[in-house]
């Protein structure tokens, strides 16, 4: 967009005409002012960009244009090196257009003709030539790069003071304000004129000083300097964080306790705190990155995964110990770049600098703060709306009021400025004010709590949860595991050992060799990997010839003894060390600890001693390789060239790790014993992961029974495989994970105890008693999860659990022939395609395999038979009309064979048990209405991936629930998020990872925000009404007045607003939440019918109170009408009168009341005797109205403007008063919520009468089988043609709509949400 000149002219003389009243409007709705100022330009040549968020916000940014001179690939990287365009890769660009919206950089694309964001900038020599990355950036490259991406720091501009405060007052409620102080003004209301603008200076100046403070505060937060080494030319230079750019190569040191940017480690391994991110204190590993990982890599993305995450250093977060130890993908040619250490190391620590500034993970926590997520809550879209019902009773009010003055002949003056001033009475100023009380003593309440909120507008949200998704470890249970002990196998027997619980103890039967004359040694020990030529003296590792290693896959072994159950427990882990502790993950450090064995890692500082052995030999040979770490048993000593012989030498050396994958759910090593003559894998993760790995004949017959057994007492359960493996160092560092982890054979069971935290199960009993639905959602044991279910009572002892199975066409996979159990390809989790039915899910009961459950409507079944009589139930169809020839045996066995469990669907006592396997397959696969089915019905969601997690929160909201997640943060940053509240259990005060951190450690915090999210819900709507009814009130009291031209006076109304209103406000927020939930939500819908008949039957009450009183003080003792002093004086209104003191003290009441009566206490808030201000305030308020009404002094008559009233009528007053709050106490307590549904009913039947007599439209009854649109659309519903249940049912609908509708049937409300549809088709009871 450019400037039209023409454009801008007439918009600068409309606002001089308009008095500045069309700019001010324009600021409000930029839209308008672009429309009249601007005109539409090609991007290339525009001034100015338009930006549309997508949240329909509108803002103008300025382009800016500087010399550049370098090639359109250094601008975008690897964007332009695919499509057509790349061609023009090496154009020169001498004009770069920028421009930053909200601290994202965009830059013009002269052939896309398009702005494209900085932020997915890659170098495409990352993936072309990656191995050059280590030589960092020149000087040319870095000025041009400088050019694109700025400086690497957050610099977030502080507006000046007075552009603060222009801003603040030109908001639209402190110039509605304004214009009532003016207006105020005009009508001699001095006294309150000059109340509210200092209420209105004093508001802004507070405004002003936290808007400073919380801007200054987030700069801290953001800033970070420090000095760091880079790499430019060929040269290290000291050089300072806020000059680092992507491609830079920079040296981390362990004085850089703080990272400054988003970097990928390339040499040396880090351990970094990442609890600012993810909401997670336990220390991350970092390793460096292989070259794959640069074209997996979405950099426009703030966040990666897990398999990426692990390469990276992300800005912000806290580097806990650096290592040079591990050598860089780059091997020998990045040595030689460095001055050569001779021990096969770095010489220091690098990584390359990815992102900077506002582009970083921290950039994008620190945006997410200064620009949050516009709130979607309805009750805030409804109040706008309300705001503007009320703006259209004022404008009704406004005319009729001028009718009336022009009757009476009062002067134009007076007509304006009263008619406008009724508009100031009906929309209250302070409304939008008072909306928040509830919120910010709830905020203070949490925080006492140590529950920390970064998005208050939450905090309301928290009132409407109706389901909670939890995480299982760490969350239900204690974070930290026991070892029960470790199963292991008798081959011969081919069955499991008895449980060893002392796993120390397997060493005892295992003969430890005596060491060679040479290996590797302890700490700061090197593997050798000279190929021969070494001697006798240094044998070991070292002499394994090249010819030795493999280089075809390996065939069966045969030999399981040269494995050892305590290696893998000693090796298959992540567990670092640092300042003599152990830190890592949980379990893997309770599965180290039970070993006994004593971790030591290298040192940067000692050279091995196999490197002077090699040195000592004068030959030339390959640099040695360093042991990144060695374990070995307590009472073991180390190696020593003194002592090359000696027997109580026991050591193994980890060479290789492939950390834990979610996606494979295992995690694997290869470590070297010293004096072994080959390697040893260990593989542990899910037995069921582990299972199909390994060969099949080294698998124990009671492998399942075994296993069910331990998930069934809730013990979490690892599997350990491993196999002896040959193989020289260069093709160990270059084999594949795939390689590694295939052949395996099976070593044993490992298991934990993971103990229920105590307060778990009373919290979730108190969340049942709330009808408040728990799901347990973890990456465990599917069994395990149901024990761990059963012992928190999420899962009642009474309750069935039907468990699913995945029967999928067996597919052809190279290599099945070695014996080993293949995992089934990722093509077996779709239904059906070109090729046939690929797979079935069969729900089975968890205990007795006579119970299945009805695989589309989920109806429980009971055999006549068993099932396995009459079904093949593992995967042997090989094709797509086998499978499906399967999968109709079974549907014919579900029909002939099974019969309806009538007492189980009547009582509705069961749920289901969804694995992650099947509910991925669900989800692609399975129709809308199945998936709604199992929703409903799941309780436990197990062997779930991160992904997975946050998609089943995502499929719980798209059926209408208000969902929650809590978690620990770890691996729940992506439900956390998604999740309408996403509560972690973290000690950082704030994080990315979640709108709500608890530092508790328990599910306790669960009960406190949602009481507290209740408690706020409810106090909004209270104070909503409290105001609404207050202007209401006042409207009518001065519609009345209006009558004759009279009228509130000026301290009239200054006593109401700020004695009597504003106090009532404030002290009706400051109840505190109930202390049990009850079942029934507050209602969050501010036009639902309970409000809406709440609000307008009080006003209807107040309103007749007011018109009796209008009237009664007419028939009283001494009444003389209101007849102005002066006939000729048309310019004023008259205040002095009968009518305007009798409505003036019986309104004074009426808001004492109406705050009493809608001051609501249990069951989501205390009760309000507890709260000590509001009981003072409404005492003392009550007590000053009375004395007023009954003995009011002279003095006190004269400042409210009181006429003498008989004293008959005064206690006239009190009686209607008392009567007045009688009626509205029993119609805010009884008839209101009687009336509400009722009223409903009755509404609909009146629209449908309307519309089928009046208009002639035809009613169509909505088919229930339509619930399967209500969600948003799956991937692929191929499925949907098998299921041959579900047509029949919606023919049966489709019938069914065709008759004439009951009554009832009309009354009843059609847009429920399609979660409670299921629930009443599924005939699920209400307290499921």
């Known amino acids: 967009m450019s400037y039209s000149l023409l454009g801008l002219l007439m918009y600068r003389l409309m606002g001089i005409l308009t008095l500045g009243i069309m700019p001010l409007l324009c600021r409000w709705v930029p839209r308008w002012r672009i429309w009249w100022t601007m005109r539409a330009e090609r991007l290339g040549d525009a001034e100015f960009a338009v930006v549309t968020d997508e949240f329909g916000a509108v803002t103008v940014e300025r382009v800016q244009r500087r010399p550049y001179g370098g090639t359109l690939e250094s601008v975008f990287g690897s964007l332009t090196r695919k499509g057509p365009l790349c061609k023009h890769n090496d154009d020169i660009v001498h004009c770069l257009a920028t421009f930053a919206h909200r601290y994202y950089g965009f830059v013009y694309h002269p052939y896309l003709e398009k702005f494209l964001p900085n932020t997915c900038w890659r170098d495409s020599a990352w993936t072309r030539a990656p191995l050059s990355m280590r030589s960092g950036l020149s000087c040319s490259v870095q000025e041009l790069r400088q050019t694109i991406f700025g400086a690497n720091d957050m610099h977030i501009a502080e507006k000046p003071l007075l552009r603060l405060l222009f801003d603040e007052v030109l908001n639209p409620f402190y110039m509605f304000q304004a214009g009532s102080v003016v207006l105020w003004c005009f009508d001699d209301y001095y006294y309150y004129a000059a109340c509210i603008l200092l209420i209105s200076v004093a508001g802004i100046a507070e405004t002003l000083v936290e808007t400073r403070r919380n801007t200054r505060k987030i700069q801290e937060m953001a800033r970070f300097t420090c000095a760091v080494r880079v790499l430019r030319d060929g040269a290290w230079r000291d050089s300072r964080a806020e000059e680092m750019l992507p491609g830079d190569v920079f040296e981390v040191v362990p004085s850089m306790h703080i990272l400054p940017c988003d970097a990928v480690l390339l040499e040396g391994d880090c351990i970094v705190n990442e609890s600012m991110l993810t909401g997670e204190s336990v220390p991350v590993a970092k390793v460096p990155v292989a070259p794959v990982v640069f074209g997996k890599m979405r950099l426009a993305s703030s966040t990666f995964g897990a398999d990426i995450a692990k390469h990276v250093l992300f800005a912000g977060t806290r580097l806990v110990r650096v290592k040079k130890t591990s050598l860089g993908f780059g091997g020998s040619r990045w040595l030689d770049l460095e001055q050569h250490t001779g021990r096969g190391t770095p010489a220091r620590a690098t990584a390359m600098v990815l992102r900077t500034g506002f582009n970083t993970t921290k950039g994008a926590l620190v945006r997410s703060i200064l620009f949050p997520r516009p709130n979607k ?520 064979y099974t019969n309806e469990d009538m007492e189980l669907m009547g009582n509705g006592k069961y749920c289901v048990a969804v694995t992650g396997e099947v509910f991925r397959y669900l989800m692609d696969c399975a129709p809308e209405l199945t998936i709604g089915r199992v929703l409903m019905r799941g309780a436990i969601y197990a062997r779930m991936s991160p992904d997975e997690k946050a998609e089943l929160v995502e499929s719980l909201q798209r059926i209408g629930y208000c969902a929650g997640f809590c978690g620990d943060g770890a691996n729940d940053c992506g439900a956390l998020r998604a999740a309408d509240v996403g509560l972690s259990l973290s000690e950082a005060e704030a994080s990315v990872a979640a709108p709500l951190t608890s530092h508790s450690t328990d599910i306790c915090c669960v009960l406190d925000v949602i009481r507290e999210g209740r408690a706020a819900l409810v106090t909004s709507f209270s104070c909503f009404k409290f105001i609404a009814l207050y202007s209401m009130i006042q409207f009518t009291s001065v519609s009345m007045l209006y009558e004759f031209g009279g009228g509130l006076g000026d301290f009239q109304f200054l006593y109401i607003d700020l004695f009597v209103i504003v106090p009532l406000a404030v002290f009706m927020g400051r109840t505190p939440a109930f202390g049990r939930i009850a079942p029934k939500r507050p209602t969050a819908n501010l036009m639902s019918k309970k409000v809406l008949v709440s609000l307008f039957g009080q006003i209807a009450i107040n309103s007749i109170i007011q018109a009796i009183m209008f009237r009664r003080v007419k028939q009283s003792d001494g009444y003389t009408p209101p007849v102005r002093s002066d006939p000729t004086d048309l310019d004023s209104l008259l205040i002095r009168s009968f009518e305007n003191t009798a409505l003036f003290l019986v309104s004074s009441f009426q808001y004492i009341l109406v705050a009493i009566v809608f001051s609501i206490g249990p069951p989501y808030r205390q009760s309000n005797l507890r709260n000590r201000g509001l009981v003072i305030t409404c005492i003392l308020l009550v007590v000053f109205t009375t004395y007023v009404v009954l003995q009011p002094t002279e003095w006190i008559s004269n400042v409210f403007e009181m006429v003498d009233l008989s004293t008959s009528f005064r206690r006239t007053i009190i009686v209607w008063a008392l009567a007045n709050f009688a009626m509205s106490w029993v119609g805010e307590t009884w008839l209101f919520p009687w009336l509400a549904p009722n009223a409903a009913k009755y509404a609909r039947i009146a629209c449908y009468i309307i519309r089928r007599f009046v208009f002639r439209s035809e009613y169509t009854q909505v088919p229930m089988a339509e619930l399967g649109n209500s969600g948003a659309p799956n991937k692929r519903r191929a499925a949907d043609n098998t299921d041959s249940l579900s047509t029949t049912v919606n023919e049966c609908d489709l019938e069914d709509a065709r008759r004439e509708p009951t009554w009832e049937e009309i009354s009843q409300k059609s847009n429920i949400k399609p979660f409670k549809r299921i629930l009443r088709d599924m005939g699920i009871p209400s307290w499921y």
């Open 377 to 896: 809550f309805k009750f805030y879209e409804d109040s706008f709306r309300f705001i503007g019902v009320l703006a259209a009773i004022a404008v009704v009010g406004f005319l009729a009021s001028i009718g009336n003055f022009l009757r009476l002949g009062l002067t134009p003056h007076i007509i304006t400025v009263r008619a406008l001033d009724l508009i100031t009475v009906v929309v209250p100023p302070a409304l939008p004010a008072t909306m928040s009380i509830g919120v910010s003593f709830a905020l203070s309440r949490l925080r006492k709590r140590q529950i920390y909120c970064i998005s208050p507008t939450r905090i309301n949200v928290c009132g409407k949860l109706n389901v909670v998704v939890f995480d299982k470890t760490g969350t239900l249970t204690e974070e930290g595991m026991a070892v029960l002990g470790v199963q292991t196998v008798d081959y011969d027997a081919c069955m499991f050992n008895e449980l060893q619980e002392d796993p120390s103890a397997l060493l005892e039967n295992a003969a430890a060799p005596s060491a060679p004359s040479s290996a590797f040694s302890s700490v700061g020990s090197n593997y050798g990997t000279g190929l021969g030529g070494f001697g006798t003296g240094f044998g070991g590792l070292a002499s394994l010839d090249r010819s030795s290693s493999m280089t075809a896959t390996p065939q069966r072994a045969t030999d399981p003894s040269k494995l050892r159950v305590l290696h893998g427990l000693a090796t298959c882990h992540t567990v670092k060390q640092v300042d003599g502790e152990l830190v890592g993950d949980p379990l893997d450090i309770k599965m180290f600890e039970s070993t006994g064995w004593v971790l030591e890692e290298s040192d940067d500082n000692v050279m091995g001693v196999a490197n002077h052995a090699i040195a000592a030999t004068g030959q030339r040979s390959r640099a040695a390789m360093p042991v990144p770490a060695v374990v070995r048993p307590p009472q073991s000593g180390r190696f020593s060239l003194s002592a090359p012989t000696s027997d109580n030498v026991y050591e193994l050396g980890i060479i290789r790790t492939f950390d834990f994958s979610a996606a494979l759910r295992r995690q694997s090593v290869v470590a070297k014993r010293l004096g072994a003559r080959y390697n040893e894998v260990y593989v542990k993760g899910a037995p069921e992961a582990i299972r199909e790995l390994c060969f099949s004949d080294t698998i124990p017959r009671d492998f399942d029974r075994t296993l069910l057994g331990f998930t069934n007492h809730g013990y979490r359960v690892i599997a350990l495989a491993g196999k002896p493996l040959k193989m020289s160092w260069p093709k160990l560092q270059r084999l594949k994970r795939d390689a590694v982890e295939q052949d395996l054979v099976f070593l044993g069971f490992v298991v934990f105890e993971n103990k229920l935290k105590p307060t778990s199960a009373p919290v979730l009993d108190e969340l049942r008693g709330a009808k408040i639905r728990q799901l347990m959602c973890t990456g465990d044991n599917v069994l395990t999860a149901i024990s761990v279910g059963r012992e928190c009572r999420m899962v009642p002892d009474d309750m069935r659990v039907y468990v699913p199975r995945l029967v999928r066409r067996k597919e052809t996979v190279p290599g099945a022939a070695n014996g080993a159990v293949n995992a089934p390809t990722a093509q077996t989790t779709t239904s059906s395609d070109s090729d046939g039915v690929r797979a079935m899910v069969v729900w089975e009961d968890a205990d007795d395999e006579m119970r299945v459950l009805d695989p589309y409507t989920l109806e429980p079944r009971i055999a006549t038979s068993p099932p396995r009589d009459r079904l093949v139930t593992s995967d042997e169809a090989t094709t797509g009309e086998e499978m499906a020839q399967q999968q109709q045996q079974y549907l014919s066995w579900l029909h002939n």
